[in-house]
T-cell receptor, first 110, second 111 residues
Framework: SQTIHQWPATLVQPVGSPLSLECTVE??????LYWYRQAAGRGLQLLFYSVGIGQISSEVPQNLSASRPQDRQFILSSKKLLLSDSGFYLCAWSLADTQYFGPGTRLTVL | DAKTTQPPSMDCAEGRAANLPCNHSTISGNEYVYWYRQIHSQGPQYIIHGLKNNETNEMASLIITEDRKSSTLILPHATLRDTAVYYC????????????FGKGTKLSVKP
């Protein structure tokens, strides 16, 4: 069966510091991968999605970036965090239409 | 813009059926109705989806009206562990979908 992992689970970072969040999927090949952000009390916002290695589509312009160095690995990065980057970051995968989410990373930028 | 409308909250007695409505009056012919739920501080969990026909799986049933403008998610025997925020979404088939979760319905299952 397929599983999706995210780490770290929680993170507290100062403004201006770099960020790297990792997501890996097991038990499937060539999945579509997604990064979402959920701000406190709000809905999901799609940040990036990828249909293959090295292929990244950005949905929202911002100071975040994503990379897919391996088939089942998706990384979310930032060179300098802003206060507004705080939130719950969710990675998801799909083979067709149905998306399955990971446990999330809660990021607090102080 | 989630393009779906759900009541902000509902209560349900443990062991009873929970019926969660969703309005999607502008849904297109190639858009599926998807339901997810999110328990506090966890990632969203897929529940069920459908296009036109009613669907049932081990978690829930999905009833879609004939005109497809609304649907109801049914949890047949709600338990305390079903307390969560339930999200109704529209997703075009064959797309690298953008799940636009709205505010959902906060379901509280009470003993």
């Amino acid at each position: 069966s397929q599983t999706i992992h995210q780490w770290p689970a929680t993170l507290v970072q100062p403004v201006g510091s770099p960020l790297s969040l990792e997501c890996t999927v097991e038990g499937t090949s060539n999945p579509n991968l997604y990064w979402y952000r959920q701000a406190a009390g709000r809905g999901l916002q799609l940040l990036f999605y990828s249909v293959g290695i090295g292929q990244i589509s950005s949905e929202v312009p911002q100071n975040l970036s994503a990379s897919r160095p391996q088939d089942r690995q998706f990384i979310l990065s930032s060179k300098k965090l802003l206060l507004s980057d705080s939130g719950f970051y969710l990675c998801a995968w799909s083979l067709a239409d149905t998306q399955y989410f990971g446990p999330g990373t809660r990021l607090t930028v102080l | 813009d989630a393009k779906t409308t759900q009541p902000p909250s509902m209560d349900c007695a443990e062991g009873r059926a929970a019926n969660l409505p969703c309005n999607h009056s502008t849904i297109s012919g190639n858009e599926y109705v998807y339901w997810y739920r999110q328990i506090h501080s966890q990632g969203p969990q897929y529940i069920i989806h459908g296009l036109k026909n009613n669907e049932t799986n081990e978690m829930a049933s999905l009833i879609i009206t004939e005109d497809r403008k609304s649907s109801t998610l049914i949890l047949p025997h709600a338990t305390l562990r079903d307390t969560a925020v339930y999200y109704c979404n529209r997703l075009r088939g064959g797309s690298q979908g953008n799940l636009i979760f709205g505010k959902g319905t906060k379901l509280s299952v009470k003993p």
